[in-house]
């Protein structure tokens, strides 16, 4: 649920965090019969039809470059508000109205347009998929085969730091869970709260648990749990996941009211940089969020590292969770797949695209990139991208958020699951067993 931002565009938070919206054959059937409710036609006489979101400043660019270079069949792209864009798109493709190329989150969603015959696989050789990172590959895979290619910047989620109210409570950054719960003991008696949570958003709350899955059990138990086998919520390492979240909350991690902080609103992110809490695990947009809201703070106090590691663990500590990134799909009933295929290949993250999210303190999802990290004037900016590029680049696997990568009507169980479990208003076995039930 939670989308790429392009800094010097923010838009809301909301926008940035959103919710994969799955199709099923069923749904798309049940649409067809829309008829006129989705957009007049399906191309453009000449040119391409893509859709997107309205805050992909970076994106447009690369249309209007394309544009320039096509000046008798451009894109005609069409920029959606979030909530409208997911119902737009469902509806379109049930009514076969869609454009040549649509955004997407990738994941489960994703997956049913796939499944639905909706969507072309790409080849190597048609878009040079291969120059992209691995892991973020992963959320546009299905079958071996590539349904996407990546159009912004890298967003794994992170452990931030105020490196004043560590340092003055004599607390390092921690490396392992065990730190963590150590660190929580000492910050407490500094009358700080140890880790900023926007539970009232409930989605903060489900990138501690996707972690402590992953360090518990490793990737493969949501892998599982992704493939539709329903009795995967009721594995182990998902009961002693729920167990170590709420070991956090009774230690008084999150302080006592953590459930009245919704995201939106920026008070999280605030409790930061004034000091008033030592953490905060979020993902890579929040340091935009911090730059544009306390610049002092980032370039003076403003530390960074890896969630930390279990040292029981079956997982990776290099593992990470988050957003991969978002991507550009070609649909199957496209009558203007060269021309689809030529825009993808050439003017999707080429190097002018990578100099333009680099500059906006983003890391594009490709290979190779040291060299031009190693240009960055700003020394702040060097050192926060090269952290995110490495991060990602090490990471064995780059788990796509949940409640993007699951279908929608397990989204909603979810986040209510995880509250329930934060809020310890049931046990961490019966988390497992409730979503069970939901996914059967």
């Avoid at 291969?130 to 892991?135: A, E, G, K, V």
């Avoid at 539970?199 to 059990?217: F, H, I």
């Amino acid at each position: 649920m939670r989308g790429i931002p392009v800094i010097g565009n923010l838009g809301s938070p909301r926008i940035r965090r959103v919710v994969a919206s799955a199709v099923t054959l069923a749904a798309a059937a049940s649409l067809a019969a829309c008829g006129s409710s989705g957009p007049s036609t399906t191309s453009s006489a000449k040119g391409l039809t893509m859709w997107a979101l309205n805050d992909q400043t970076i994106l447009k660019e690369s249309v209007d470059a394309y544009n320039k270079d096509h000046s008798d069949a451009k894109i005609t792209l069409r920029l959606f508000a979030n909530d409208d864009y997911k119902q737009k798109l469902r509806v379109a493709f049930g009514a076969n109205q869609a454009p040549d190329l649509f955004f997407s989150w990738g994941g489960g969603a994703l997956n049913d347009y796939v499944k639905a015959g909706k969507v072309d696989a790409l080849t190597a050789s048609e878009v040079n998929s291969d120059r992209y990172t691995p892991s973020v590959m992963q959320s546009a895979t299905f079958d071996e085969k590539v349904y996407g290619v990546p159009v912004n910047g890298l967003a794994p989620v992170v452990l931030y730091y105020n490196k004043k109210v560590l340092a003055d409570a004599g607390v390092e950054p921690p490396k392992t869970y065990e730190d963590l719960l150590a660190a929580v003991q000492k910050l407490k008696s500094k009358d700080v709260a140890p880790l900023s949570l926007a539970a009232g958003s409930k989605w903060p709350t489900l990138m501690y648990l996707e972690y402590l899955l992953d360090r518990t059990g490793g990737s493969r138990v949501f892998a599982n749990i992704a493939a539709g086998d329903a009795s995967a919520w009721t594995d182990p390492s998902v009961t002693k996941a729920n167990q170590k979240l709420q070991d956090l909350v009774k230690a008084g991690a999150f302080g006592d009211s953590a459930s009245s902080v919704i995201y939106d609103q920026g008070a999280s992110t605030a409790l930061l940089y004034t000091g008033k809490a030592a953490m905060e695990v979020m993902g890579t947009w929040e340091y935009a969020n911090i730059v544009k809201a306390a610049p002092d703070f980032a370039k003076k106090d403003l530390g960074y590292v890896a969630f930390p590691a279990l040292s029981d663990g079956a997982g990776s500590p290099e593992n990470i969770v988050g957003n991969p990134s978002n991507f550009l799909s070609l649909n199957s009933s496209s009558k203007h797949k060269s021309e689809a295929l030529g825009y993808l290949k050439d003017y999707i993250l080429n190097d002018s695209q990578i100099d333009a999210y680099l500059a906006a303190g983003s890391v594009p999802p490709v290979k190779g990139l040291d060299s031009k990290l190693a240009a960055v004037k700003s020394t702040t900016d060097k050192d926060w991208l090269t952290f995110v590029y490495d991060l990602v680049d090490q990471a064995p696997s780059f788990q796509l958020s949940w409640d993007q990568a699951l279908p929608s009507d397990q989204a909603d169980p979810l986040l209510t699951n995880t509250d329930k479990s934060f809020l310890r208003q049931i046990s961490p076995t019966e988390f497992g067993v409730n979503m069970s039930k939901a996914a059967s």
